[in-house]
């Protein structure tokens, strides 16, 4: 077969030869039509049979994508297969390819054929196919920029829910665009060629340098061996997985590779090469072993440690490289990062001795599950406030100033706000001039300005030049410094101000930074974290770190302040200024607290943002999420479902999300279900004797039982694990019950949990030892009521144990 070769038409003849023996098939189309779909459809089905992994990116431009196009793709029902949808916001979306491989042989579609009928087969169309003999490193390159396309923050997965969503997109823009559209049928379809766009102002990926290297002693620090303490006492209690939270700037990669030295072989995964190129660094200083990449082009793996960018490494053939055993330990660093699908196929796929994952950022923050890698055993956590109330990191001094634009006015899409329509209110002089008086008024001597994109960075470089300031913008479009000059730059004060976009979010250390302005939109409380910690980090000469920070009308504003909370000290929900810690302050303009105010009693913002987020929950499962989901994935404290709307599932029903048969048990039960939410636990023993009732299942979960009976199973629940014992079964009287004795348990059982159900609501019932749900189910609704009823249940138990320190339920 030849190297090179054209293909002016029946392109699919040759689809379906490559599709047939490829083990990775990745398909690039800047639109996809149904036709399209079903010409390759069993094609495709066969391979997702054989294991092969199936990945196709389209777009979203001029909604030419048909939905139900997408809805067939998803009928193949396989794991292997992702779909995912590039968020274009009007800028041209045209690429056209396929990619194949498998083992060592491979091919390269590039041309004009999307994933249409007509594209495939009767169209005139010129695609050239190589193969990967003729210049593999032009193959591999391609098979990178695809990942990285594909994984990019402008895609979303497309499931069941997102698919809903863009639905309902498609349809408002084809109505307004009646006059546009093309008619399409399942032979024939034209392809509308198009003017292109004006370029993007948003960030491209780039090959920016290895930040500089700081020097640490390579011995641990307290916070590391208080977490390295924690980790033994994990793998002494015979845990094969745990995470670490650690704020930024405590040493998360020393800490790994301190704890790495009980280990022979060590996988560390990541999803940017700086951060795998600072990590293979660390390992090296502290374990005096050698280390070697595996991202891009670059797959050293002749070394007992590897760093691998988690994008390369999930690519199936290069997974496959790996025996499942290969790796004593897997550290995976900044997992909330990467998309869920990445990382979940990696870690079915390898078997290690010990899984760690490492993030910076709290739990349960912009709907990821930081903690489902590990089956939530977090060894070790500590907050950025805490660690300054230790004195590990230094204290802040936050200054909150008004951002007059208004947000309301401007397209939210779904994770951040419309770039071309906020430029549109960012890049004007006299608002850069009020960001420049209150800097000039607030700042130290090294700054770190956090900008929303590229032109809004360069604009305010230009600003402050034009006033005397040394500053300097640096952005994946910047040209003649690198980011370690830069650095260097700011650390001798040649500068004084770096305008950057999100190029410092993660795995940089500037120590010296002591003033951060965040001239953008708090859009995520993740990143938002992650930034403020670019500045606590402590150094010679070092007392504060001064935030200024714009606070306007924008979707987290009356919510954004609680990261800085004390929270050692209760606080009235009611207070707009968080309580800090006594080394810190806050200090907000007039008009910043009166808009916060504002937004709090204007029609029911609370209500809007709870819902926003469980959409968001919602969309990124691909299904309705279960109590337990939102608070885990959610950003929303999920005890506001019950404070808003008196339940997770009054929520539902107020918000149409139940099923008519659902929406009529929960107005008949909706009295059981509330006390289920609203029962106070001031141990677990209730929730504990109704999962026992919930084991039995659907047709007799609600039957009487007594103390007796639940007695081996209340016994067994708390000895399984020695963190259920230690916290509710360890006081003078229980800890004496830890040698099963059926009669004292019951006794326990029937004075506790049972005895303080009771309440006038009658809904439960205790006498002479029967213990009894007191109202009645219909047959047709045993069966739903026990799912809303065991959802319930489960999300308590979690909420209770992670309440007092422990989050292995």
């Not at 010409?39 to 139900?68: C, H, M, R, W």
């Not at 595996?294 to 793996?301: S, T």
Request: aromatic share 12%.
């Amino acid at each position: 077969m030849q190297n090179i070769g054209l293909h002016t038409q029946q392109l699919y003849q040759q689809l379906k030869k490559d599709i047939s023996y490829s083990s990775t098939i990745y398909i690039l189309s800047s639109f996809v039509m149904r036709s399209g779909v079903e010409v390759i459809f069993d094609d495709l089905k066969i391979a997702l049979n054989s294991g092969a992994d199936v990945k196709i990116l389209t777009g979203d431009y001029l909604y030419i994508t048909q939905p139900e196009a997408l809805e067939k793709l998803l009928t193949l029902e396989s794991d292997q297969l992702e779909v995912r949808l590039w968020q274009s916001s009007g800028i041209a979306f045209h690429p056209k390819s396929f990619l194949f491989k498998h083992k060592d042989e491979g091919a390269i579609i590039v041309g004009s054929s999307n994933l249409s009928r007509s594209a495939l087969t009767s169209g005139v169309e010129w695609n050239l196919r190589m193969t990967r003999n003729a210049s593999k490193r032009t193959f591999d390159e391609a098979v990178n920029h695809f990942i990285n396309l594909f994984y990019a923050d402008e895609t979303l997965e497309i499931n069941q829910e997102t698919i809903k969503t863009y639905t309902e997109k498609h349809h408002k823009f084809r109505a307004k665009h009646a006059n546009f559209t093309a008619t399409w049928t399942a032979r024939e379809e034209i392809e509308l060629t198009l003017p292109a766009e004006s370029k993007s102002t948003e960030e491209s990926v780039v090959n920016v340098p290895s930040p500089t290297t700081f020097v640490t002693e390579i011995y641990p620090r307290q916070a590391q061996i208080e977490a390295l303490a924690a980790l033994e006492d994990t793998l002494a209690e015979e845990y094969s997985k745990a995470a670490v939270v650690m704020a930024t700037g405590l040493g998360k990669t020393y800490l790994v590779a301190f704890f790495g030295k009980r280990f022979k072989k060590i996988l560390f995964i990541a999803h940017r090469e700086e951060i795998i190129k600072q990590a293979k660094e660390s390992f090296e200083k502290v374990l005096s072993l050698s280390g070697g990449l595996f991202y891009g082009l670059e797959k050293d793996l002749d070394h007992p440690m590897i760093f691998a960018s988690i994008f390369t490494l999930s690519i199936q053939d290069h997974l496959q490289q790996f025996s499942k055993d290969e790796f004593d330990l897997i550290i995976i660093d900044e997992f909330h990062r990467a998309a869920a699908k990445t990382y979940e196929k990696v870690i079915e796929y390898f078997s290690p001795k010990f899984l760690l994952g490492l993030t910076a950022t709290p739990e349960r923050t912009d709907g990821q599950d930081v903690l489902a890698i590990c089956d939530g055993n977090v060894a070790y956590e500590i907050t950025f406030i805490e660690a300054i109330q230790k004195g590990w990191l230094a204290p802040f001094k936050y200054f909150g100033i008004k951002d007059d634009i208004d947000y309301t006015k401007i397209r939210w899409l779904g994770h951040r706000y419309d770039q071309q329509q906020l430029l549109v209110e960012q890049l004007n002089h006299n608002r850069a001039k009020h960001i420049f008086q209150k800097w000039q008024m607030y700042k130290q001597t090294r700054t770190l300005a956090f900008c929303s994109s590229v032109d809004q960075a360069e604009y305010l470089e230009r600003y402050f030049i034009d006033q005397g300031i040394r500053a300097i913008s640096l952005t994946s479009r910047s040209t003649g410094i690198s980011r370690n000059e830069a650095i260097r730059k700011l650390e001798t004060n040649e500068i004084e101000v770096i305008f950057t976009v999100d190029l410092f979010n993660e795995g940089v250390d500037i120590p010296g930074v002591d003033t951060l302005l965040f001239a953008r939109p708090t859009e995520s409380m993740v990143v938002f974290t992650q930034q403020i910690g670019r500045g606590l980090r402590k150094a010679d000469g070092k007392h504060k770190c001064v935030i200024i920070d714009l606070i306007g009308n924008y979707r987290t504003a009356d919510t954004k302040l609680q990261v800085f909370q004390d929270q050692t000290v209760k606080q009235n929900e009611r207070e707009i200024v968080p309580i800090v810690p006594a080394t810190c302050d806050i200090h907000l303009e007039t008009e910043v607290i009166d808009l916060l105010e504002a937004l709090r009693t204007k029609r029911s913002p609370r209500k809007e943002r709870i819902f926003n987020d469980y959409i968001s929950v919602k969309e990124s499962l691909g299904r309705r999420p279960t109590y337990k989901d939102v608070h885990i994935r959610g950003s929303s404290n999920s005890k506001e479902y019950r404070q808003a709307f008196g339940g997770y599932f009054a929520f539902l029903y107020d918000y149409g999300e139940l099923n008519e048969h659902e929406e009529r048990i929960f107005t008949k039960h909706q009295d059981w279900l509330k006390k289920l939410e609203t029962e106070r636990m001031a141990k677990s023993y209730k929730m504990v004797v109704l999962q026992y009732m919930l084991e039995k299942g659907p047709n007799d979960w609600y039957k009487s039982i007594t103390p007796e009976e639940v007695a081996p199973y209340f016994h067994q629940f708390y000895m399984a694990k020695q963190y259920r014992k230690q916290s509710d079964f360890s006081n003078r009287n229980t800890k004496k019950l830890w040698d099963y004795d059926e009669r004292k348990v019951a006794q326990l059982i029937a004075q506790m949990p049972m005895d303080k159900w009771v309440d006038h609501s009658r809904l439960i019932t205790f006498d002479d030892g029967i213990f009894k749900i007191n109202f009645e189910i219909m047959d047709e609704d045993k069966s739903l009521l026990h799912q809303m009823t065991q959802q319930i249940c489960e999300y308590r138990l979690h909420v209770y144990f992670e309440r007092k320190g422990y989050t292995h339920e």
